[in-house]
């Protein structure tokens, strides 16, 4: 069963491994830790990268801001 815990670093969903009377073994790596997932893509689209993508050695995303603090 997936359950959320209170961390230092937000909710985090973890596996109940084993319930005892007081308290109870949770696993934290992802729920999909360990399974072979398999992805469809097609690509729609490409651009070049921003000379600030460049620099950093990655991508930003299409999102400007959302995924990317630093
Ligand atoms: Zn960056």
């Known amino acids: 069963m997936v359950v959320k815990v209170n961390t230092s670093d937000g909710l985090r969903d973890v596996i109940t ?13 992802h729920p999909l830790a360990g399974i072979t997932l398999t992805f469809d893509v097609e690509i729609i689209d490409i651009r070049a990268a ?7 050695r990655h991508s930003h995303g299409w999102v400007p801001s959302a995924c990317h603090q630093h």
């Open 17 to 29: 491994v084993k319930v005892g009377k007081f308290n109870a073994d949770v696993g934290i790596n």
């Open 50 to 56: 921003t000379d600030e993508e460049i620099s950093h």
